[in-house]
């Protein structure tokens, strides 16, 4: 049977947001992440339709939270679903509903469902993982932003791209996807969850977006995404420029940079140089900026714990109290690294984020706050350390080994500094060193099929 017209035209669209955003090329695996309600089973039935054409190999995943008595029902429909598209599936639930200390229910159960996607694809051999955020979605992320009162990198909302992560419904109203799946005789399943206006975000789903429709722009859903996209491509511009104005200095806990050449950027580059290396909101971003203009040293902004900023002979120092205490009463031993994943490491004030890709890096980074290796070579497990007195590593470019401390001499690195600077490493040799360089034995290389990034970034608060 023909598929209705109505649908060939929402796929046709879907596959060319795919084409222009350069999410897939053609020939890949995808790992479609299916909740079963209306917009990921859009999701998956238009992957399917366009499957042939792409030569794509499509995958089902679906992860239970346990939020909720009759979740296990989703994971059977989704289950059957994937059993009547003829399509392989995963589907897995949480060993527990209850949230880590600090964290909501909700960022815990993001955190989960993506570790499940990134394992599954990992294990699975998934190129790229579809969700179905739509533009509904996009509209809404940027809205609690902008009341939160975000900067130009929130205005950005929900990237189409990040990692191996892909979202194909990102310019399709919530409204399609719900008509797609009528128009097929679906029966998704529905969250009650989503109607629960004491959720901020269903809140302005269901009185703010609706009043902005109806008393100012018909069309403040594709306004707002159309901000999200601009936003976006200035922000990467900020990032590079701020980048490229001041390379911030790794110390124990966090960074240093120098007062007066901070001072000397635009207050545009200022602000983003300081959110670079803390996650601070506007008003306490503009608190380290008074500081630096009328401190003295010893002088602190005041900021969130454990967050600290301090005046120091010029300086400013960026960092975590807690992770400074912690690092002074012991010395850190090996942590693991969650291949793909990420790891958050306190006694650096840092996390480390990991993604395996098969198509070789567009442009190489500079192996500070970046790195790509072989992951060939680059076997887990992986694991992260401070630097030790007699380490020794052979520096990408150079074709023998050298003593660590001899490095960081070249590098300027302050000696009480130097023991507390992370390494990566797997097995016994390091395969790099945290904020500088990486070790030349893991590099890749035109043999290179499998590339593993690795990317410092800043700690959650």
């Given amino acids: 049977m023909t598929d209705p017209r109505a ?13 222009r955003r350069d999410m897939l090329k053609g020939g890949e695996s995808v790992l479609v992440a299916v909740s079963g309600g209306p917009d990921s089973l859009c999701l998956l039935e238009v992957l399917v339709r366009i499957a042939p054409a792409l030569d794509l190999d ?100 929900i990237p189409p ?23 097929l005789s679906l029966r998704p399943r529905r969250d009650p969850t989503n109607a629960d206006a004491a959720f901020k975000r269903n809140a302005v789903r269901a009185e703010l977006i609706p009043l902005l429709v109806e008393r100012f722009n ?6 707002l995404a159309r901000l999200a996209d601009v936003a976006r491509d200035e922000d990467i511009v900020l990032d590079e420029l701020a980048a490229e104005a001041l390379e911030p200095e790794t110390v124990p806990g966090g960074f240093r940079i120098p007062v007066d050449r901070l001072l000397a950027l635009p207050p545009a580059l200022q602000r983003r140089v300081i959110r670079r290396l803390m996650p601070l909101d506007a008003s306490h971003t503009e608190h380290v900026l008074e500081l630096c203009r009328e401190g003295a040293t010893g002088d602190r902004a005041t900021l969130p714990a454990p967050l600290n900023a301090t005046l120091s002979y010029g300086s400013l120092v960026l960092g975590r109290e807690a992770a400074a205490q912690a690092s002074d009463e012991a010395p850190a031993g090996p942590a693991a690294l ?37 992951a060939a070579g680059a076997r887990p497990p992986l694991a992260v350390r401070p630097a030790r007195s007699g380490d020794r590593f052979r520096p990408l470019g150079m074709t023998g080994a050298k003593r660590l401390g001899d490095f960081f001499t070249d590098a300027k690195v302050p000696r009480s500094e130097r023991d507390r600077v992370p390494v990566v490493t797997s097995g016994d040799d390091i395969a790099w060193v945290v904020g500088h360089r990486p070790d030349d034995r893991f590099k890749i290389s035109g043999r290179t099929r499998r590339f593993l990034w690795l990317a410092m970034e800043k700690g959650e608060q």
Avoid: N
């Avoid at 902008?146 to 909302?157: M, N, Q």
């Avoid at 990040?162 to 797609?180: C, H, N, Q």
């Fill in 218 to 223: 018909a069309r403040t859903p594709e306004a």
């Fill in 161 to 183: 791209i990040r990692g191996r992560v892909i979202r194909p419904l990102l310019e399709t109203r919530r409204s399609e996807t719900e008509a797609f799946c009528r128009t």
């Fill in 58 to 157: 499509v995958h089902v995943a679906h992860f239970d939270h346990r939020l909720r008595k009759d979740s296990a029902r989703d994971a059977a429909f989704v289950g059957r679903t994937a059993a009547r598209l003829g399509l392989p599936s995963t589907i897995r639930a949480a060993d527990s509903a209850v949230a880590p200390r600090g964290r909501s229910p909700e960022e815990a159960a993001r955190d989960r469902r993506y570790a499940f996607l990134e394992e599954t694809a990992d294990a699975v051999g998934a190129d790229r993982i579809a969700t179905g955020h739509t533009l509904d979605d996009q509209a809404e992320t940027v809205l609690m932003r902008v009341i939160a009162g975000t900067g130009t990198r929130g205005l950005g909302g």
């Fill in 338 to 374: 969650a291949v793909p994943g990420v790891t958050d490491l306190p006694l650096w004030s840092m996390r480390i984020r990991t993604w395996i890709e098969t198509e070789p890096p567009s442009a190489m980074p500079d192996g500070r706050r970046v790195c790509v290796l072989d």
């Fill in 7 to 19: 649908v060939v035209e929402l796929a046709s669209r879907v596959r060319s947001t795919i084409a």
